[in-house]
C-alpha cells in the first residue's frame, strides 16, 4: 500500500509554502542543459510541465516552444487567431508573457482575458470551437499555461490545436523536438519583441471569454431545471482560473449557489495537504478536499475543480466526495435518459483504467464503450464527429456533447461535469451518488483503488514498456485471466504500460506522464479483500520487471 503522509487532510504548514520570488527568479535566470534529459521540453499527456527550481520550466523552455508552435501554424497555414489562456499558478504570469513577446513577435493574432484574468482550459476550447464553427480557413488555436492541479511550484503549458482539443503525438513531438533544437542552438532563431511593445501589439486583442462561455452554458447543461428548483449549490474553485467564472454563472442564471471561497494565492496556502505531504488541487483527492467535504451537510450539492478547472469534484450530502469513477456512471446513466436528441450510435469514452461500472452503465443505457490509453488527446475526433457523446476519465475529467448532439468542448471540462451534477439533482430529486447506489443494487459493489508510488525516470521507463510477456501469472486472484494487453482495446494505441483483466477484476500499472510516480490501478466486484490479492500480485509483477532491470521498486 502507498504511505500516506502525516500532514494529509490538515492545513499546509508554512514550512512547506513555496517562495514565489525565488520561483519567479529562477524562472528568469536558470538557464536548462538539454544534455541533461530531465531539463529538456518533454510532452506529456497534456503538455509540458515542471519547475524553475529543476530548470525545467524557464524561460528559455517557454520562449522556444512558443516559436515552435508559431513555426508549426506556419507550416499548417493556420492563420485564424490563437486564444491564449492562463490558470493561478505562480508560473503561469511570466510563462504568458514570455509567450505574447513571441507570438507578437510572429504576428500572431492572440486573443487574450479582456480583463487579464485567468481563463479556464475549457473556455479555450470552447472558444476554439466556436470560432472554426463552419470555416475551412482561417482558422483558430489554442495555449493554455497550466499545470492543472499539480503543486504550485511547477508551471505548465500546453498546445490546443484547431480542433480545441489537446494536441495528439504527431504534432507535440514536432514541437518538442523543435523546441530543443532552439534551445540547443541558444534561442536563435527565436523572434521576441518586449512586453510592453507585445501587450500593445496591433495583433494582440482583448476577449471576453467569460461572456461567450458562461451565455453559452443553457446549450449544454439544463440552466433553467437548476434555476427553478432552487436547490442549495456550494462552489469552491480553489483557488483557480474558474474563481471569476462561478458568480457570473450564478448571476446570469439565477441559481442558489454560493461561491465557498473567491481567494487567489499562488503558494495555495489555504489547501489542505494531499496523501504525498505536497500540495495539490486535486478535486478528486479526498484530502486536498477538506475544506468543502466539510460543509457537506450545508449543501444539497457541492462541487470544485482543480486549478485549470478542466478536472471535477463532486461532494453530496450523503455520500460525501463521490469518487470520480462512480459519478462518471452516474452521469452516464442519467444523460443518455435525458438527452433524447443525442445520436442513438454515440458512444461512450473511457480511459483503460477507469472502472467498468462505466460499461455495465453504458450497457443499460444502450451505448457502446470505446476504451483508450490515458489521455484526453484520444477522445478528440469522436467528440467532433459525434459518435462520442459522453467521455471520462478515472483522474476526474469529462466531457459531453451539447443538448443538441454538436460538439461542446474537445478538452476536458470541469465547469459543465460539476454543473451536470445540479442538473442531476434538480430533475430527478436524487443526487448523483444515489443514482450510483442503483447500479451498485443492479451490478454489484465496486473495490477501486488508485496507488501511487515515487519512480525514478528509469523505473517510468521500464514500468511504460511492460509488454503481456512480463506477466507470469497463472490467475488473478484465483480467476482466469481473460486478457493482458499493453493496448487499448478501443484504439489498439499503447496504453503505456500493462493491464490483466479477469472475470470480477482488473489491474493496470502505468508511469504518471506529468509527475515523477508510478500508478497502479487495481478494481474488484468481489469486495476489497479480492482487491488486495489483485494489489498484491500486480506489485509483485511491477517489481519483478524492476529486479530483472536491475532497479528497485519503491511500493511500500
Known amino acids: 500500500m502507498q504511505k500516506i503522509n502525516e500532514m494529509a487532510g490538515k492545513a499546509a504548514p508554512p514550512t512547506i509554502l513555496v517562495n514565489i520570488p525565488k520561483l519567479v527568479s529562477a524562472y528568469y535566470t536558470e538557464i536548462p542543459d538539454i544534455s541533461i534529459s530531465e531539463q529538456r521540453v518533454k510532452f506529456g499527456t497534456s503538455g509540458h510541465r515542471g519547475s524553475s527550481f529543476e530548470r525545467n520550466f524557464n524561460e528559455s523552455h517557454i520562449l522556444a516552444i512558443t516559436q515552435a508552435i508559431c513555426d508549426y501554424r506556419k507550416q499548417q497555414n493556420i492563420t485564424g487567431p490563437l486564444f491564449l489562456g492562463i490558470d493561478t499558478h505562480a508560473l503561469s504570469i511570466p510563462a504568458f508573457a514570455s509567450a505574447l513577446e513571441v507570438l507578437a513577435a510572429n504576428g500572431v493574432d492572440v486573443m487574450i482575458a479582456h480583463d487579464d484574468g485567468f481563463t479556464p482550459t475549457p473556455v479555450i476550447s470552447h472558444a476554439i470551437l466556436v470560432y472554426n464553427r463552419g470555416k475551412k480557413s482561417q482558422l483558430a488555436d489554442g495555449i493554455v ?12 503549458f500546453k498546445y490546443n490545436p484547431c480542433n480545441g482539443g489537446p494536441a ?3 504534432i507535440t513531438n514536432w514541437i518538442e523536438s523543435s523546441a530543443n533544437a532552439y534551445i540547443g542552438n541558444g534561442l536563435k532563431g527565436v523572434k521576441r519583441i518586449i512586453f510592453e511593445k507585445a501587450l500593445h501589439a496591433s495583433t494582440t486583442h482583448r476577449h471576453n471569454y467569460v461572456d461567450g462561455y458562461v451565455k453559452d452554458l443553457i446549450n449544454v447543461i439544463d440552466m433553467n431545471a437548476i434555476r427553478d428548483s432552487k436547490i442549495e449549490i456550494g462552489v469552491d474553485p480553489l483557488g483557480g482560473a ?6 457570473p454563472i450564478a448571476d446570469y442564471y439565477n441559481l442558489n449557489m454560493t ?3 473567491d481567494v487567489v494565492d499562488p503558494t495555495f496556502s489555504f ?3 494531499d496523501w504525498d505531504g505536497k500540495i495539490r488541487m486535486d478535486p478528486s483527492s479526498s484530502y486536498a478536499m477538506q475544506r468543502l467535504i466539510k460543509l457537506t451537510k450545508k449543501y444539497q450539492i457541492s462541487f470544485a475543480c482543480d486549478t485549470d478547472h478542466d478536472r ?3 461532494v453530496t450530502r450523503d455520500y460525501g466526495l463521490l469518487s470520480p469513477n462512480h459519478y462518471l456512471s452516474a452521469a452516464i446513466l442519467y444523460l443518455f435518459q435525458h438527452r433524447p436528441r443525442w445520436k442513438k450510435e454515440a458512444s461512450v469514452g473511457k480511459t483503460v483504467v477507469s472502472s467498468r461500472m462505466i460499461d455495465f452503465a453504458s450497457a443499460k443505457s444502450g451505448r457502446k464503450v470505446f476504451e483508450v490509453p490515458v489521455g484526453f488527446k484520444w477522445f478528440v475526433d469522436g467528440l467532433l464527429d459525434g459518435s462520442l457523446a459522453f467521455v471520462g476519465e478515472e483522474s476526474a475529467g469529462a466531457s459531453f456533447v451539447r443538448i443538441d448532439g454538436s460538439v461542446w468542448t474537445t478538452d476536458k471540462d470541469g465547469i459543465t461535469a460539476s454543473l451536470l451534477s445540479a442538473e442531476i439533482t434538480a430533475r430527478t430529486g436524487k443526487d448523483p451518488g444515489q443514482i450510483y447506489q442503483e447500479l451498485v443494487g443492479e451490478f454489484g459493489d465496486s473495490s477501486f483503488e488508485r496507488f501511487e508510488t515515487i519512480a525514478t525516470k528509469e523505473q517510468r521507463e521500464i514500468i511504460k514498456n511492460l509488454t503481456p510477456d512480463h506477466v507470469k501469472l497463472k490467475d488473478l486472484a484465483g ?4 486478457g493482458v494487453y499493453n493496448k487499448a482495446p478501443g484504439n489498439n494505441q499503447p496504453i503505456g504500460g500493462i493491464k490483466v483483466v479477469a472475470e470480477s477484476g482488473w489491474f493496470a500499472a502505468r508511469p504518471s506522464g506529468t509527475e515523477d510516480i508510478y500508478r497502479i490501478y487495481v478494481e474488484s466486484f468481489n469486495g476489497k479483500e479480492h482487491m488486495n490479492r489483485i494489489l498484491e500480485q500486480a506489485q ?7 529486479v530483472r532491470t536491475g532497479t528497485r521498486d519503491t511500493i511500500n
Open 168 to 170: 495528439e503525438p504527431v
Open 312 to 314: 471535477h469534484g463532486i
Open 271 to 273: 489547501m489542505t495537504v
Open 242 to 247: 474558474g474563481v471569476k467564472y462561478w458568480r
Open 540 to 546: 509483485n509483477v511491477v517489481k519483478e520487471a524492476l
Open 259 to 261: 461561491v465557498v471561497s
Open 479 to 482: 480467476e482466469e485471466i481473460k
Open 145 to 156: 499555461v497550466t499545470p492543472s492541479h499539480n503543486p504550485p511550484d511547477e508551471g505548465g
